[in-house]
């Protein structure tokens, strides 16, 4: 049976917590394989909308596995609270249907408090944009070998020996901070009193994935935010903390890469930014605002605003090829509705030269300006369409154009943000 990579293609908030949502019925196991509670995403079922951060968006089927993989990390308190809000909108989670690796590492208090003492200390211009809940601190002490993990809420001692080893380092990064020392037992303490809410559903998800493949169910792997915040890969250093790409799929929960046999890339029909960072095709205009209302542009996580553009294909290009995605699920389609003309970016100039990508150097990305080819837009409504006879003709050309200009096919089409109102042209599922 075919198992499904969903990652984000561009910087994030693409959609894929409905894209995921809408694959999930095809799937037996949702497994999240990155990021931490920065990430967002709105499910909107039958007029109800939930939002998620730390729960795999496949949480709110009924009758499927949801993982949360070793590849993030987790505020086991905002986890509790956001499983009782979620119980709250009538979705069952229990043991049964939610499942976290043993080796996942925890978001402590003092991680956040680090994350915004540095942000807040960091000279105008250099600012990352952090949503400041303690992600990168984390993934650093995952990489420092200090990380307090799952397993180590089940032991008293290893939990003593494991926060020692942490506090070790950060008080002294917290006096050089200004900040007052961790009180080391108060955590412990901390610790122990959450430790039963999250030790229920504490598993080794890299055999249950096993036996589960070689049962012949479908996994589906859901990534957090978008290509272009790669560690690796994105426009660094506005980046998130983990490798956000496809290959990070298989070392996130612990299966090998030869379980993968499709990736999906979510792409917004048009492009959007929240935070610090290069943008090439960044509209600073009315069209720019436009995007941004009818889109209802504000992130879920923060609230901030997002910047908004045109569509960049070199840099979706870019992502599709380093992510090896199949196809793409197009989202927000409907946003473009009424325009007269949209522009579609498909290389940038540099110093005189023309490039079909997005250098690594940042002087070099500041420097890069983009290059336009414009098409016609339409003036009929795509939103809810689930055919493509739904759609108007300048609609449907401006979709095949992008899918020239990306090198990827169209698997699905989405026009709104029912979980129903999707077009699918290729299921990721077929074998």
Known sequence: MANVVVVGAQWGDEGKGKIVDWLSERA???????????AGHTLVIDGQVYKLNALPSGVVRGGKLSVIGNGVVLDPWHLVGEIAKIREQGVEISAETLM??????????????????????????TKIGTTGRGIGPCYEDKVGRRAIRVADLADRATLEARVDRA???????????????????GLIAQLEEIAPEILQYAAPVWKVLTEKRKAGKRILFEGAQGSLLDIDFGTYPFVTSSNVIAGQAATGVGIGPGSVDYVLGIVKAYTTRVGAGP???ELEDETGERLGTRGREFGTVTGRKRRCGWFDAALVRQTCAISGINGIALTK???????????????YEL????????????????????????MPGWSESTEGARSWADLPANAIKYVRHIEELIDCPVALLSTSPERDDTILVTDPFAD
Request: charged share 25%.
């Open 167 to 185: 506090l070790t380092h950060h008080n002294a990064l917290r006096a050089g901070l200004g900040l007052e020392p961790v009180d080391r037992d």
């Open 279 to 281: 943008f090439p095709t």
């Open 333 to 347: 389609l409907d946003v473009l509705d009424g325009f007269e003309t949209l522009k579609i970016c498909v290389g």
């Open 100 to 125: 976290i690796a043993e080796n996942t590492p925890l978001i402590l208090p003092f991680h956040g408090e680090l994350d915004r003492a540095r942000e807040e200390a960091a000279a105008t211009g």
């Open 28 to 38: 037996d196991v949702i497994a999240r394989f990155q990021g931490g509670h920065n």
């Open 351 to 374: 110093d005189g030269e023309r490039l079909d990508y997005l250098p690594t150097a940042s002087d070099q990305q500041a420097r890069c300006t983009p290059i336009y080819e414009e």
